[in-house]
Every structure is written in C-alpha cells, then in structure tokens.
C-alpha cells in the first residue's frame, strides 16, 4: 500500500517519534509499505513520520530500487559516531522541490535493531552517511532545513507560506 506522504508544516513531522516496540507481522507489513511508497516517491530514505506514523522506524535504498541488497530497514537507530564533513545537495519527500546544500558528516555508525528486533550496527559513507543521518533526524522531529543557515531556512520557508496560500502545498 502506498501511504500520501505528509508535508512540511504538519506538527508529526517536527516532533519525536515513540520507540517501536513491537516486532511482528504488522511491523512487517509497515515496513514493506513504506519502501513500496518511497519507491514510488522515488525517495532513498523515508521515515514513519513521513507516512503519519509516529514511531522509530526509516526504511533506506540508496540504489532507489536497483539492487536488492541496498534495502535497509532502521528500527530505533541512533547514530553512535560519526566522522569527517560532506556538503551536497540534500532534499525531502515532505519538502518536495525544494534543496540545499546541507552539512553533513562524511561518515556516520548508526546503531539500532532490524525488522526482527535484532540489534545491528551499520556505517555509511557519502550518501549513505547523509540518508542515515537525514532519516534518524526525522525520528527526532528535525527537518533538513533545519541543518541550513537562517537565512536560507527562511526562504525556504517563506516559499513554502506562498505555496500554501496558493494551495499548492
Ligand atoms: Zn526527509
């Protein structure tokens, strides 16, 4: 099933997510939900929030879908170290069109438990590091934007005012 994906502005997006705490066929069916809607958004990353779910759980595929090997499922991550500086250009389903360059570390552990509540450890580098870090910020009700400078926080956000009085937001 594909979930609407909910759009900056909308209060789930900018608070913290509940630990997940239920490891069963309904987390399962979620998770293949939202790499189903992240595929069809054509996302690398998608957090619960972002479906209205507010709970400890991103699904990443840095491939967008071309190698199966890539799909990786965070339940409760954190990020345990991280090392080193990257800017590029970042964006967000929940702020579509819109990007930045974005600070980011250049590498990034994260550590957290799989679909099964198996406890797993990961390190990402490049974009891999940025989607770890881009997701588990979500989890924590932080948005990339976030990440920018105030002036140009602002513009996003002054852009996005005059696309809601549009409706087009
Ligand atoms: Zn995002």
Redesign the pocket.
Known sequence: MIYPIVKYGQPILERAAEPVTEFNAELEKLVADMFETMYAARGV?L?AP?IGISKRLCVIDESGGENPSARLVLVNPEIVSTEGEQVQEEG???LPDFRANTPRPLRATVRGQDVHGKEITLTGEGLLARAFC??ID?LNGI??IQRLSRLKRDSIKRRVKKLVKAGEW
Do not use: R, Y
Request: glycine share 10%; proline share 0%; hydrophobic share 35%.
């Open positions: 990353g957090a972002q967000c389903l929940s881009h997701e979500h948005l990339f």
